[in-house]
Antibody, heavy 120, light 107 residues
Framework: QFQLQESGPGLVKPSETLSLACSVSGGSISNYYWTWIRQSPGKGLEWIGYIYYSGRTNYNPSLKSRVTISVDTSTNQFSLMLSSVTAADTAIYYC??????????????WGQGILVTVSS | DIQMTQSPSSLSASVGDRVTITCRASQFISSDLNWYQQNPGKAPKLLIYAASSLQSGVPSRFSGSGSGTVFTLTISSLQPEDFATYYCQQNYNIPRTFGQGTKVEVK
């Protein structure tokens, strides 16, 4: 049974970089895709991007210029960096696992979420 | 981006009611459609994947159907723990996108 836990600062200043980590327990980070999703009242649920354990990434084009997702298999963690943040980036950030059955993918394990507020 | 539109945005129902939520994709997504349930202050929980496959541990009163551009989530007999917000999500194209949600409230 996988468990995911987000960590990082809950307050980030405008124009700075948001940095979050997701710790994975209960199983290996290997052989799976891992994703970041955020939720704000104004934009609902928004997929940010994913990373494969090998390091291959895919990002939401709307955020691509500001997003970096990385993985550390030695610590069973993956991370999110979002640069040049504004108030519009205020949201609850979730990390999640891509489960897979055949050619179908879905988000089957989620962290509890972490509220990040962008404010000076 | 593929736009996912859910209807209704909210509904009022009673325990024991049959509830149906519709999700429409702005373009063809085959059966690459997932449904999630979210309770206040909690992360979304996977209910249905591949349009109609029940996730392990999810009660059988939940079912999904559809393919192409129109999909439905049905709760055959609403239970007290089912009052929540439901989201559809397409996995056919990048970026992955979600519907705006349907809130199921107590009548």
């Amino acid at each position: 049974q996988f468990q995911l836990q987000e960590s990082g600062p809950g307050l980030v200043k405008p124009s700075e970089t948001l940095s979050l980590a997701c710790s994975v327990s209960g199983g290996s980070i290997s052989n799976y895709y891992w994703t970041w999703i955020r939720q704000s009242p104004g934009k609902g649920l928004e997929w940010i991007g994913y990373i494969y354990y090998s390091g291959r990434t895919n990002y939401n084009p709307s955020l691509k210029s500001r997003v970096t997702i990385s993985v550390d298999t030695s610590t069973n963690q993956f991370s999110l960096m979002l640069s040049s943040v504004t108030a519009a980036d205020t949201a609850i950030y979730y990390c999640a696992r891509h489960g897979r059955t055949g050619n179908y993918f879905y988000f089957d394990y989620w962290g509890q979420g972490i509220l990040v507020t962008v404010s000076s | 981006d593929i736009q996912m539109t859910q209807s209704p945005s909210s509904l009022s129902a009673s325990v024991g009611d049959r509830v149906t939520i519709t999700c429409r994709a702005s373009q063809f997504i085959s059966s690459d459609l997932n449904w999630y349930q979210q309770n206040p202050g909690k992360a979304p929980k996977l209910l249905i994947y591949a349009a109609s496959s029940l996730q392990s541990g999810v009660p059988s009163r939940f079912s999904g159907s559809g393919s192409g551009t129109v999909f439905t989530l049905t709760i055959s007999s609403l239970q007290p723990e089912d009052f929540a917000t439901y989201y559809c999500q397409q996995n056919y194209n990048i970026p992955r996108t979600f519907g705006q949600g349907t809130k199921v409230e107590v009548k």
